[in-house]
């Protein structure tokens, strides 16, 4: 009798664990949020481009000497460089 009810318990258990971490996993991909715009990770600055129109995006860098733009097609997402050297990227104007 003691043996079927740590069966039935470690069973219940393991049940409630498989249940718990699935719901935690389905509560994490709907929590995905999509960046746009200026953002770092890892050392590194990136501008991904969300608009419906390609747009101008203008690089600015901490020594402001080497500062660049270019076209962003609709829905790029392009490294920039190190964080280090870009301080900010934004959009300007249509291209």
Same mark, same amino acid.
């Given at each position: 009798?003691?043996?079927? =009810?740590?069966?039935? +318990? !470690? !069973?219940? +258990?393991? !049940?409630?664990? +498989? +249940? &718990?971490?699935?719901? &935690?996993?389905?509560?994490?991909?709907?929590?995905?949020?999509?960046?746009?715009?200026?953002?770092?990770?890892?050392?590194?600055?990136?501008?991904?481009?969300?608009?419906?129109i390609p747009v101008g995006v203008y690089v600015d860098?901490?020594?402001?000497?080497?500062?660049?733009?270019?076209? !962003? *097609? &609709?829905?790029?997402?392009?490294? =920039?460089? *190190?964080?280090?050297?870009?301080?900010?990227?934004?959009?300007?104007?249509?291209?």
């Amino acid at each position: 009798m003691r043996e079927t =009810l740590t069966r039935g +318990l !470690a !069973a219940f +258990l393991g !049940a409630s664990a +498989l +249940l &718990v971490s699935g719901a &935690v996993q389905a509560g994490a991909a709907e929590n995905t949020v999509e960046v746009c715009g200026f953002y770092t990770a890892g050392g590194h600055a990136y501008y991904k481009h969300c608009g419906t129109i390609p747009v101008g995006v203008y690089v600015d860098t901490w020594d402001d000497k080497n500062e660049w733009w270019y076209c !962003a *097609p &609709v829905g790029d997402d392009r490294y =920039l460089g *190190p964080t280090s050297k870009i301080s900010w990227a934004s959009h300007q104007q249509a291209c």
